[in-house]
């Protein structure tokens, strides 16, 4: 359930990576201004008084703590009860039970 929430997660983020690309894009065309290169560098050409007057702190501390959220469910880590084998993905993890059978000569 944790790694489809995960998934769930990572998709809606890629989703939202997407949509801010194309908006960054139509917006680019429809007010014929290069909002990239003001992404990039930090300026953009246009009157002082549309300028924001300081950094806004909180915001940007509420998104990285979610980006943190959504990469540890994303990218949780194995069970410790796992064991090493299906930490490092090994060839054995989870293959238990079909090896058990091959020893008793089962081929099912």
Known sequence: ??????????SVLLALAILHIVAVVISSVLHRENLVTAMITG???GDASEAIGRARWAPAAVL?????????????????????AAATGG?????????RHRDRGDDS
């Open 64 to 84: 990285a703590a979610g980006v943190v959220v959504i990469w540890s469910l994303a990218f949780d880590a194995p069970d410790a009860r796992s064991g090493p």
């Open 43 to 45: 300026f953009k050409a």
């Open 91 to 99: 060839a054995d993890a989870g293959n238990h039970h079909h090896s």
């Open 1 to 10: 359930m944790k790694k489809m929430l995960g998934l769930v997660a990572l």
